[in-house]
Structures are given as structure tokens and as C-alpha cells.
């Protein structure tokens, strides 16, 4: 059986807050991450990504992979928690560089009440949800560097015994 860092990290580390617990989290804990909001349980966040040797690119600016492997699964472990008994993941993820990232960035996140609602409404009638949240990366001075577009799929525990996943 492979190592599965996210369920140690669950276990043996659950009486650390959540936020440390992201912290330490291998590929992040290597980035150096900060969390400095994890508030309405995971409906707002704010992680400090630095920019440091590691992260800077030939160009002095952030690399991308460094922005995309901290947004990726934002939003999709901000809806595990808001609909524990569904399965989630990202289904797709797009990724806008819109100016470089030339200092430390922070990534923000909101979970709006009437998307939640709207997912709701729809897991209520589908039994499944795919939306789509919006946020970025923003600079120092509060400009926004990198345009995250993250449509997660939300699904019952049933729907990945029907697909081979290597969950079930």
C-alpha cells in the first residue's frame, strides 16, 4: 500500500490547527507556504506563497508551477468541507499569468453564500455538482499577478465505484 500523506496528516496530526496542518503538508511545507486565513470553515483563504530562491524563475519573477500546485486544490478542499459526505475534485483548472509575480503572493479565496446555494440546489436535484470559482494570486502591493479558474466536480461516494477510481 502506497503512503498516503494527506490521511497521516489527518491522523497523526490532527491536533494541529488546520491551517498548520496545510503548512506541513510535503509539497507545500517545501514551498513554505503561510496560512494567514482560514476562516467560516474554508469559505475565506489567505496562504502567503514566497518568493524565494526555489520559487524564482530565470527571470526574477515566480515560477507558474509554483502559483498552479498552491491553487489547484483550493477550492476543491474548501468544498470537501462544506460538503463532507460528497467526493470531490478538480475537473478542471485554468491558469492566467496576468503579470509577473515579483514578490511574495498571496493567494485569496472566497466561497460566495450564493454559489453555495446554488450547489446545494443542484447537488439536491442532480445528486452532482461541477461548478466553477474564480480567484488569483496577488502581489505585494495588492495587484492581482495570476487569474485562477477552478471548476470542481462534486460527486456522491458511489459515483467512483462506477469509475475504476483507485479510491474505491
Not at 506563497?49 to 524563475?57: F, G, I, V
Not at 459526505?85 to 509575480?101: I, K
Not at 479558474?149 to 474505491?168: D, F, H, M, Q
Amino acid at each position: 500500500m502506497a503512503f498516503n500523506a494527506v490521511k497521516f496528516a489527518r491522523r497523526w496530526l490532527a491536533f494541529l490547527p488546520e491551517g498548520r496542518r496545510l503548512e506541513l503538508y510535503p509539497p507545500w511545507w517545501m514551498m513554505r507556504i503561510k496560512v494567514l486565513a482560514l476562516e467560516n470553515e474554508w469559505r475565506h483563504i489567505r496562504i502567503r506563497l514566497p518568493l524565494t530562491w526555489a520559487s524564482r524563475n530565470m527571470g526574477g519573477s515566480m515560477f507558474g508551477g509554483f502559483q498552479a500546485s498552491l491553487a489547484d486544490p483550493i477550492a476543491p478542499l474548501a468544498c470537501s468541507k462544506v460538503f463532507p459526505e460528497f467526493h470531490v475534485w478538480t475537473r478542471h483548472l485554468s491558469v492566467d499569468f496576468v503579470r509577473p509575480g515579483i514578490s511574495d503572493m498571496e493567494l485569496r479565496f472566497d466561497f460566495p453564500p450564493e454559489k453555495e446555494v446554488e450547489i446545494r440546489e443542484e447537488l439536491a436535484r442532480r445528486g452532482r455538482s461541477t461548478p466553477s470559482f474564480e480567484y488569483g494570486l496577488y502581489d505585494s502591493q495588492g495587484r492581482l499577478c495570476t487569474k485562477v479558474v477552478c471548476v470542481v466536480a462534486i460527486r456522491p461516494p458511489e459515483y467512483l465505484k462506477g469509475v475504476g477510481s483507485a479510491a474505491a
